[in-house]
């Protein structure tokens, strides 16, 4: 299906203005209602014109990923250590080159045996180590939430999406002007659930625990530059109330009365309706125009009446069995910044270092030619982004509430002690695979993972595949301190 020539135009035209970074496929517009299939469709066209050119043979990303990843990875490397090296940086340069790819197959005193994966850790860096690093942030914000939601007896988590006119949007640029809005942001929020702070920014009815998310491009176009926040609600209200406790003082044979302070928890049942949310459109466009007009901004005058506030429910796993709506989906909202970039590289010609982009805009897809150097550059800059989650409310100090809000904090045990005589070299490699999904139309790209033995370094063992979770550190981030299990306490009976 070819679209008309005033479509194409207009494309050009928005390229332009917004200066995309690659050369846009005009002829391989197709319209986003069409779904994946007819995406497929036009990225094998493209791949088809090219590959009867000599050298110009595209192949899909998730074929070559490995290779990929690995000239991605030289590319950035480059630029990082240049010149003579100092052994600290050489060894810092040979972990970044070769995360992932090896590691050991540990073994303790009984006999037991499992896979260890080494990772750099450099999240600046590299891509693999921050996507795993905001997965298990993600992970460990969930499995907080899902704790104190069942032991006040709250079944819904509140999900807001805060927008800004463009032209405000467009002068969001420093680290200050994003922690000002995020600031901004839950200061909204905590209004909406009726939590106002004074002066001193002290909750005098209490705070409902807040988690904000900056974004800092567009979803479905991330190489353009398109500020917004993400942000979650407990809506659970703890505020520090007191009460006198009458004293018997006999030597003065008096009785004085000293204040106790406790947390109360208070649980939100309120359902939101369509004048509550005109309501908080208004008073979003309130504080954005305040804040803008502190900032500088410019055509402040200019910000409607209403801006855009988007709400939507995170379910408790278990409702989600049973079939009322969607889980938290933390991961996405707290996901890598690189993330939506990685997954728009559609295909690769690793001969001429050219990647086919896809990107969709309004109701059409377009793909874009992109060469390694754009690429790699325009994945720096966004894993250079560092605090783009916060929380505030009584979030901020989770642990310290815990207690009160009728969850038990454990640090999570690892009963694996490995024997460093019995532990054995490995060595990883993965593959990737357009699989389909059991009972629906669709495609999912799945990741193998294989290992082999180096015991013996001049006759390494056979390519064996192993399940992802059998491998430690591979799914999930492995911090320096230990991970905090969340339960509800056992003297705390869910409602």
């Not at 993965?430 to 370094?457: M, N, Q, T």
Request: charged share 30%.
């Amino acid at each position: 299906m070819s679209l008309s020539a005033h479509v194409i135009e207009g494309v050009e035209r928005y390229k332009s203005l917004h200066n995309s970074i690659g050369s846009v496929y005009c002829d391989d517009l197709y319209p986003v209602d069409k779904g994946s299939s007819e995406r497929r469709s036009y990225l094998k066209k493209i791949i088809e014109r090219g590959e009867d050119q000599e050298g110009k043979k595209y192949l899909a990303k998730y074929k070559i990923a490995t290779g990929f990843v690995r000239e991605e990875k030289e590319v950035m490397a480059a630029k990082e250590w240049k010149g003579n090296l100092s052994d600290s940086k050489d060894w810092k340069r040979y972990n970044y080159l070769t995360c992932g790819k090896y590691g050991m197959l540990e073994e303790n005193v009984s006999g037991d045996k499992r896979y260890l994966v080494y990772k750099c850790n450099q999240r600046r860096l590299c891509p693999s180590c921050r996507d795993s690093y905001h997965k298990e942030k993600a992970r460990k914000a969930e499995d907080f939430a899902a704790a104190v939601m069942r032991s006040v007896g709250v079944e819904c988590l509140s999900k807001f999406r805060l927008t800004f006119p463009d032209f405000i949007r467009d002068q969001i640029k420093t680290k200050a002007q994003r922690s000002a809005f995020k600031s901004l942001a839950n200061e909204f929020l905590q209004g909406v659930y009726g939590c106002v702070a004074n002066k001193s920014g002290v909750y005098n009815r209490g705070s409902v625990g807040v988690s904000i998310q900056c974004h800092i491009r567009s979803t479905q176009e991330c190489w353009k530059d398109s500020f917004h926040l993400h942000a979650s609600v407990i809506p659970v209200i703890v505020g520090l109330r007191s009460y006198l406790l009458p004293v018997v003082v006999p030597m003065r044979n008096c009785v004085i009365l000293i204040p106790v302070y406790y947390n109360e928890v208070c649980p939100w049942d309120k359902v939101f309706n369509e004048d509550d949310f005109e309501r908080m459109r208004l008073k979003w466009s309130k504080l954005v125009r305040r804040l803008s007009h502190k900032l500088g901004f410019e055509r402040v005058d200019e910000i409607p009446d209403e801006v855009g506030v988007n709400y939507s429910y995170g379910y408790l796993p278990e409702a989600v069995q049973q079939g009322k709506g969607k889980g938290f989906d933390l991961a996405y909202d707290m996901r890598s910044p690189a993330y939506d970039l990685e997954k728009a590289a559609a295909a690769v010609n690793m001969v001429d270092k050219k990647i086919i982009m896809s990107f969709k805009h309004g109701d059409f897809g377009y793909f874009e030619n992109w060469s390694f150097e754009n690429y790699t550059y325009q994945v720096a800059i966004l894993l250079g982004y560092k605090n783009l989650n916060s929380t505030y409310g009584w979030l901020r100090r989770g642990a310290f509430y815990a207690t009160a809000l009728g969850v038990e904090v454990e640090k999570e045990k690892d009963d694996f002690t490995p024997v460093p005589g019995l532990s054995i070299r490995t060595e990883y490699k993965r593959e990737y695979k357009a699989e389909a999904v059991p009972g629906k139309k669709k495609i999912k790209i799945v990741e193998h993972l294989c290992v082999r033995s180096l015991k013996d370094a001049n006759n390494p063992g056979p390519w064996i595949e192993i399940d992802l979770s059998q491998v430690h550190g591979e799914a999930n981030w492995i911090e320096s301190r230990k991970k905090r299990v969340y339960s509800v306490a056992k003297n705390k009976s869910p409602p």
